[in-house]
């Protein structure tokens, strides 16, 4: 399987990707640019806003190649002289506050030396955690891993738990998922076998969140509830910017700006000492935030 | 002049600056919050929200102090066992897309072996960019620098061009102002002077603040132009949590949070690929942006 295979199908999970969420969404519609890489490469940015469950949202593909360069050396601890890498991002920011807002990203990488990787996950922000909801969403995950490797969910939610945090204010950024990364092919894991893990992960993806989508969608909301939202996007924000290693890698190695900052809400909100009323469904959500939890198990 | 003198006068500062800002409000008060660093030191956090003027603003005093750690020895290049630091940190967010956003911070900073120094500066980030008032704000600057060395304004108005840059944007934050960091007292420029330097910067704060207020606070506003302001509040986000080296610095040396993001504006939005419509004020004021301006001669 050459890169070029790989790179090519990950268009094509993009393209299914967004068919499927227009039909979770039911109203609005992706539109897509094209752009190119000066240095190789280049990508397709599909994004989506204004619709019936999603506000903002974008599904990114590109493929880059090049010289591997000084950057990538020091802080990706990269050998080789080129690389190739392509992948599929998505970030989706609903309306609503009782809808989630997921992540998900699928990505390859190889060295001119024929070393190569992969890397992704999916992991779920709601702006009120249920854990009935949380415990589905992991039961989904786990189920995919566990065709592939009984040992991926073992490994890949705790790494996502580390991962998705924020540090600074001592919170999660929501339930977690799986995330993996530079898993390299073996004798346990082939390249076919990591791949189709990706593939599935990523054709599952739209029903994983459709689904989270159904159990909130038709739920009313209060203005204070919208508020909450906001500041939870506003959390999203501080993760991403702060906290997020590939939003900070592609920031500072000249990546396409507008793709990689296309992860952020349309409207996002901070107050000052900001503290939930007591024993409020906020509250409750903070808590949850507040360390890693067995979601598969509560 | 003692480092504990400086404290106190700085610590005055704030509550000058505070006093002067509730007159240029005229609604909104002031209120506060003390926190202890368990490390050393403390600061008084001072917040103020839905004002006629300031949507949202803060102006922070802290000292702090202790030891100096392997990531002020590394990152801040610092030679010396104890550290002591003080500062009054403030940015305003008005209500108004006609009023800018202003950020200013005076700092000291002093080691056990006698070291120390002075950092400081003041920027305007306009949501419209108005070349007249700009003039008028660098003309301020330039008239308060004039008094303590001739070479001030030349050499701190392009540090701060450089400084407050958002290279992922190739923009510039707003008009800039001045700013400066780690100038050691000498033969020319004394302790006395560089301390009083910083005191009249804060002194002439509010005054300075408050003339660019007084420039558009009348002025009617469009839904559009709320909606240019919260884009351009956005900017205002990523280049403190992406760009800004004091805040990255407090966010990851455990720095109290809320008092370090009191930065970040009541509401921020993002809007995929937004371009505005040629020959607008918007464009104008993008085009301004795209670099550094000689506004005393514009």
Redesign the interface.
């Known amino acids: 399987m050459s890169k070029e295979e790989i790179g090519e199908r990950f268009r094509e999970l993009q393209l299914f990707i967004c068919a499927e969420l227009e039909k979770v969404d039911g109203s609005a519609k992706f539109s897509e ?1 094209a752009w190119d890489r000066a240095e190789g490469g280049g990508g397709f940015t599909r ?1 989506i ?1 204004n619709g019936n469950i999603i506000e ?1 949202g ?1 599904v990114a593909f590109s493929i880059v190649h090049g010289e591997v360069n000084e950057m990538m050396r020091t802080q990706m601890k990269i050998e080789g002289n080129s690389f190739y890498a392509t992948g599929v991002s998505i970030v989706i920011h609903p309306k609503s506050p009782h809808v989630p807002i997921i992540h998900m990203n699928v990505r390859y990488f190889e060295l001119d030396n024929g070393t190569h990787w992969f890397g992704g996950g999916i992991d779920l922000t709601p702006h009120y955690i249920i854990p009935e909801n949380a415990k589905v969403f992991h039961q989904r995950l786990k189920t995919i891993c566990d065709k592939y490797n009984p040992d991926f969910y073992d490994r890949f939610k705790p790494w996502a738990d580390e991962y998705f945090t924020i ?3 001592g919170e999660s950024r929501g339930i977690g998922g799986i995330f993996y990364d530079h898993i390299v092919s073996d004798s346990t894991n082939s390249k076919e076998t990591l791949f189709n893990f990706a593939i599935e992960l990523g054709e599952s993806f739209p029903f994983i969140y459709g689904e989270q989508v159904a159990f909130g969608k038709d739920k009313p909301f209060t203005e204070q509830e919208l508020k909450w939202r ?1 500041l939870r996007r ?1 959390r999203y ?2 993760f991403n ?2 906290n997020d290693r590939g939003t ?1 890698f592609g ?2 190695s000249n990546g396409r ?2 793709s ?3 992860s ?10 900001f503290v939930p009323q007591k024993d409020s469904n906020e509250e409750l959500t903070l808590n949850f935030l507040s360390k890693p939890v067995d979601w598969l198990n509560i």
């Not at 952020?264 to 000492?273: I, Q």
């Open positions: 640019d994004t806003k903002k974008g540090p600074h204010r906001n506003g924000v501080e910017l702060v900070k920031l500072v700006t507008e990689i900052l296309m952020l809400p349309a409207d996002a909100s901070w107050e000052y000492g």
